[in-house]
């Protein structure tokens, strides 16, 4: 049967996948036992091969002439290149940017942080960005040549269908604007931009034994934003502004917002939010680092704040629960770390707003496990994802037949 | 390159969605017509015709001895068969079924319902719907030789995992059991279950010209119930309780709901919460039509009641618009027809939550524009949706190379 060229391709990525697998699974192996382990011919496996090689993904290792058996010349053995970066995930935060580097494994084999200062321009913080990928380089001694893809985080929404679309912006706020061709001019490599909270929800999804398909995230820090995987893919909306949990209304004659609206969840549960209302109350908190320690002294003044605030949250994302049924609800920012009686009162008003459902599997509601670095692992996330050959397509097997339609619900 | 049978299964199917679709734009085509318009070779080509003639999705329509030049034998046409159904689609209601059979070019070439008691068990609407499915085909000649696949459509939440995984339901609540496994054997061809309101959802989107990527569907019926399409995929939730936004909370001091707490969407927006508000207000309505009536005539406690329900709805459906940044919301059910007035207000509440996002494609808010077969419609289009080859996958082109990860957001 003839192919197509797309045909072509999805099958030559297909084999390639399957060969790097074969050795991140067993170490290091001959071209003759890669060709049995993946079911390929020596042919096809040769020019696989020396593709991989040509682009320093994998390395020849050794010989088997120690292990050989028999005579003959002994048989190179490949091994995945420990120091080949497949993919950088880049965070750019409001103060600093952080970057990690995955190999083909989809290990982080070097990351690092830059700071700089609140409101630096866009250009600057490339220059900063592009200088620590090289520090970076120096360090561990990864290199870019295999490099497969760049993801990108970045502050508030982003549609990032390409680089030819400009970025939507909330009213009135600048937003980086191509950030992703600076990045694929540097790299020549195609690049991923989504907004970085939407990001730590997927390294939140990704970051377990088993993969949580359904997941919903919400960060409280100096804003309140959040992120959705449904199905295992990170949901933009129509215009790249899902997930803006922190702008749902939660009580009509709450104070403004900086949205323009009235009584947004971030007039409550932001950082500063949370901060003031203890100081209503009376409680001398000026940072969270305070607020820590007025939680690890039991203040009640301090106890009501929270809960409150906990049931707030608990309050939209019950409503988010009720929509999506995902399988996790999580918690982040450093002010969660300190008061976990947040994610304590936010899961009791969410259980109520649940009972409807069976409960035999509950859902888990839970603090964040990353620190800072979740929007550039959740970058690197979205690019393992975004492989064609993980992208919601049944991955073609050696033995499996895939002509039926699938059975499952989406 | 060699290929396994994963990979030969979809380059199967690409090959037989390409002649199909030729046949679809061009009508009647010859087998060396049709290698040039699908670029195929005559022996692939030929095979793959083989097998869609023996299945009955295409016919030998004519030869071409009428437009012919030269001398030799006159070559046949093929052509779609125009009475081969490749998908059924079924809803089952509390109260009747409806069926629709679709044609490889996705029209409807039969369709029909018919009624039973409400409680009437399974095996009897099984019985009854068989007993449809054989009455169309008699009636329009429609035939099921050719059928793909059979998408079914049951109230309340279904996962529709598989015919081994039972469905889950709502506390107390029977649920069809093998209603799956039944269909299977009957038509030996895979069967898709869904909840019938997330169908409509899909149908709802599936209905124009531009297919709508994210929607959100409520529809006000006896009970509330909705269903979400995101990225072009129902949304099924973790354990099939996506949509439920019947049951998010809109006043902590309400009426009891049926699912066990207080002050649910249900219990102020279905139709018979609707008309108990409006008798409560000394309107003396019995029914949807008498509603109508007092609508017509501009009642004005009426006009309060709607307006009232318009804002609860608005403030789920806005929570919902912030949370997915969909493009369309849609209010369906009888209710929604006979007073515009909820959709309306519904509209004005939402925009109002969507302040913080830039304008310049506003959500649309509008009421269904389908019938009561819009579950039959929308279980179609699952089907169609779920193919493999349309399912999240960039199609295979002749001329196109998919060797790069896609750059766009999910």
Redesign the interface.
Known sequence: ???????????????EERVLSALRAHGALSRGELAAKV???RT?LS?ITASLLQRGAIVVADTDAAVREGSGRPAERLALDPGAGQVIGVDFGHRRVHIAVADASHNVIASGLEEYANGTPWDERLAIAFKLVERLSQETGVHYGAL??VGIGVPGP??????VSPA????NQLMPHGV?AAFEERFDA?????NNTRLAALAEASNRPDVV??LVYLRLSDGVG?G?V??G?????????????G???VDPNGSMCR???RGCLETVASAPAILAACRDRGVSVETIADLGLEVAKSNPAVDVVLRDVGTAIG??L???A??????EIVLGGEIVRIAPVLVEQAASTIR??L????TD?P?VVRAAQLDDSDGALGAIAA?F????LL????????????????????
Chains 1, 2 share one sequence.
């Open positions: 049967m003839s192919m197509t060229n797309g045909v072509r391709a999805l099958v030559r990525r297909t084999h079911g390929l011919s096809t020019e497969q893809a982003y549609t990032g269908t390409s680089s939507v912006s909330w009213k992703d195609p690049v991923f931009v989504d398909d359904n959040g959705l449904v199905s893919r990170l949901v933009t909306g129509t215009k790249g502004f899902a997930g803006e949990l702008h749902i209304m949205c323009g609206k309050r939209v019950g409503a988010a009720m929509t999506l049924n995902p399988r109520y707003e009972y409807p459902i069976p599997e859902l690019i994802h975004q492989s064609p992208a919601g397509y049944p991955e073609p097997s050696a033995s499996g037949d895939h002509d039926q339609p699938q059975r499952s619900a989406q």
